[in-house]
């Protein structure tokens, strides 16, 4: 089942304000229709990790970002984070520690 933009809006946190900033990163994203249902998945399993993903505040891509204070924590989300990206052939930037943009997939 393909999820909405406002279905992917809300299990991220957003409301139908965003969806103009989704439809830009839509845009901006090659092959961004490849991982449409896997985002929110990857959301949830970072959830635990204090880690998430949301809307860049400077530039239109969806960043994955780790606040876990643990190191354990942080260890496990940036596997999450790797596997994830592995399987879906997703091309991540690393913007500093602990945040990532979805730029494209392949």
């Not at 933009?5 to 839509?26: C, M, S």
């Amino acid at each position: 089942m393909k999820l909405t933009k406002e279905g992917i809006l809300k299990q991220l946190g957003y409301n139908e304000e965003d969806l103009k900033r989704l439809e830009d990163v839509i845009k901006k994203t090659s092959g961004f229709e490849k991982i449409i249902n896997h985002i929110v998945s990857l959301n949830d399993k970072l959830k635990h990790t204090n880690s998430f993903v949301a809307f860049s505040n400077s530039v239109p891509h969806l960043k994955i970002k780790i606040e876990s204070a643990s190191n354990e924590l942080k260890e496990e989300a940036e596997e999450i984070i790797k596997k994830w990206s592995e399987k879906y052939n997703v091309v991540l930037e690393k913007v500093k520690d602990g945040v990532y943009y979805i730029k494209k997939v392949i």
